[in-house]
């Protein structure tokens, strides 16, 4: 049974005070839920201390959002895997969309992050998704099994038990466009089919297959009941409690 994962990733948003402020509403609005679901949220870099320190007792847990994979040195403005895992994080963000296309990351970078995170043990939850164009020029399977190909390359069976896959159709983060359940299921069915031939069934079976691209409260419950889908990777209504707490809510009743 795989275990449904309820993420939340804060992208280039919130102060430290409502960092803290949220951090904290998450920890008393889903402490009966993550008995159920596990809860992972992403903040800023600047913030992941004080915000692991308003989480510090629950079970809500806090990634990175991104990392370089090399070690500490002379890499100016980066983050290194090294320093997440010093501050206590154990999970790392890779090949989000915004980093593949707004700071154009490549497969081969990004599989670089992959491996990195693995060897360090974190659990690597990597990005997938295909623009507009693609999906409209009946590309989105040829584009996952590239990114698949891509990011998972030279990463073994055993080490997949550390990977969480989110599929985030570029057209529908931040738009409002959310994936209907039915292109959402259709894209995780054929992602998990990827991990069988690539891997072997046990791999598909227990890996988890999150959905990305305005998840909302509204949708959630929809999205989550797929039987591909395994969780969310929530970014604008991860932001405030009120409109993050119902979709956790939505997985624990997905998960009973
Ligand atoms: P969104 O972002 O929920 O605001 O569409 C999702 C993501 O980019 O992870």
């Not at 008995?35 to 201390?49: E, G, K, R």
């Not at 099994?145 to 550390?162: I, K, N, P």
Request: with cysteine.
């Amino acid at each position: 049974m795989r275990r449904y994962l309820i993420s939340g990733n804060w992208k280039m948003n919130t102060t430290r005070a409502t960092a803290v402020e949220l951090a904290k509403a998450l920890v008393s609005g889903a402490a009966a839920a993550t008995d159920q679901v596990d809860v992972l949220i992403f903040p800023p870099a600047p913030y992941l201390i004080p915000v692991q320190d308003a989480v510090a007792g629950s079970a809500i847990q806090v990634g990175g959002q991104n990392a370089y994979f090399a070690a500490p040195g002379a890499f100016t403005g980066e983050v290194a895997l090294d320093m997440l895992q010093d501050i206590g994080c154990e999970s790392v963000l890779v090949g989000h969309s915004e980093r593949r296309h707004v700071f154009g990351e490549t497969d081969e970078l990004i599989n670089q992050k992959v491996k990195a995170g693995l060897e360090k043990g974190f659990q690597v939850v990597l990005c997938v998704g295909e623009l507009i164009e693609e999906r409209q020029a009946q590309q989105t399977e040829a584009v996952l099994d590239r990114q698949m190909a891509g990011g998972l390359a030279g990463v073994s069976a055993e080490q997949m038990a550390s990977i969480v896959i989110a599929y985030e159709p570029v057209w529908a983060i931040g738009t409002g466009h959310t994936a209907s359940p039915e292109q959402a299921e259709s894209a995780h069915a054929h992602l998990r089919s990827w991990l069988t031939s690539h891997y072997n069934a046990q791999v598909a079976e227990a890996t988890r297959i999150l959905y990305g691209g305005s998840v909302k409260a509204s949708n959630a419950a929809e999205l989550l009941g797929q039987p591909n889908v395994d969780g969310a990777l929530v970014g604008g209504a991860s932001l405030k409690a009120a409109d993050f707490l119902p979709i956790i809510e939505a997985g624990v009743n997905a998960a009973g």
